[in-house]
């Protein structure tokens, strides 16, 4: 069975571009979690999609956002990028049927903003 | 709010040896879950076990255990005979069992406690 995967796995912005990043979770999976990791900061939830619709939010500005697609995908957006935005941004899937209480994660989407 | 502690910042331990790594917790929650995820380097973050609140049994899987203290909100990770590719950080992390509310469904995590086993 694949597991969570994430794409690019790297990806260089300019302060005030745009970063998409992406993530497919494991097949039967309907929900969809980001988590930022920042040095200094930890392991902080973003975003949890289930079924198409946002469940839940972490404290981020708005300008983090993202959505999920009918095959469960999803993509998480970051607009006006700043320095402070480079981190391992995480995606994890989970079953519909286990509620939120195991979380796979992938690889990771490590952004560096300059 | 949730909180969770990791007091150890690093630790070491030499292969075959026991080693348990501390996390402490801060809820007003009667109904939650407590994990302790491993994140090898440059690696993908893996859940190593999980605890009900109200189960009153220790989890364990394999090598790992759990050292449960409801009321002294402490949830404490054993990793018996220790082997290189147990080298990894630990982190321990929160969530809220009940459906509903800013908390459900998000993970909060500790600092982590990186862990390096020695040959």
């Known amino acids: 069975e694949a597991g969570v995967t994430q794409s690019p796995t790297h990806l260089i912005k300019t302060r005030g571009q745009q970063a998409t990043l992406r993530c497919s979770p494991i097949s039967g999976h309907t929900s969809v979690y980001w988590y930022q990791q920042a040095l200094g900061l930890g392991l902080q939830f973003l975003l949890w999609y289930d079924e198409g619709e946002e469940r839940n939010r972490g404290n981020f500005p708005p300008r983090f956002s993202g959505r999920q697609f009918p095959n469960y995908s999803s993509e998480l957006n970051v607009n006006a990028l700043e320095l402070e935005d480079s981190a391992l941004y995480l995606c994890?899937?989970?079953?519909?049927?286990?509620?939120?209480?195991?979380?796979?994660f992938g690889p990771g989407t490590r952004l560096t903003v300059t | 709010a949730q909180t969770v502690t990791q007091s150890q910042p690093e630790m070491s331990v030499q292969e075959a040896e026991t080693v348990t790594l501390s996390c402490t917790y801060d809820t007003s929650e009667s109904n939650y879950y407590l994990f302790w995820y491993k994140q090898p380097p440059s690696r993908q973050m893996i859940l190593v076990i999980r605890?009900?609140?109200?189960?009153?049994q220790n989890a364990t899987e394999n090598r790992f255990s759990v050292n449960f203290q409801k009321a002294a909100k402490s949830f404490s990770l054993k990793i018996s005979d220790s082997q290189l590719g147990d080298t990894a950080m630990y982190f321990c992390?929160?969530?809220?069992?009940?459906?509903?509310?800013?908390?459900?469904?998000?993970?909060?995590f500790g600092q982590g406690t990186i862990l390096t086993v020695h040959p």
């Open positions: 994890a899937s989970s079953y519909r049927d286990r509620g939120p209480f195991e979380q796979y």
């Open positions: 605890q009900e609140a109200y189960k009153q």
């Open positions: 992390a929160f969530m809220k069992g009940e459906a509903g509310g800013t908390s459900y469904g998000k993970l909060t």
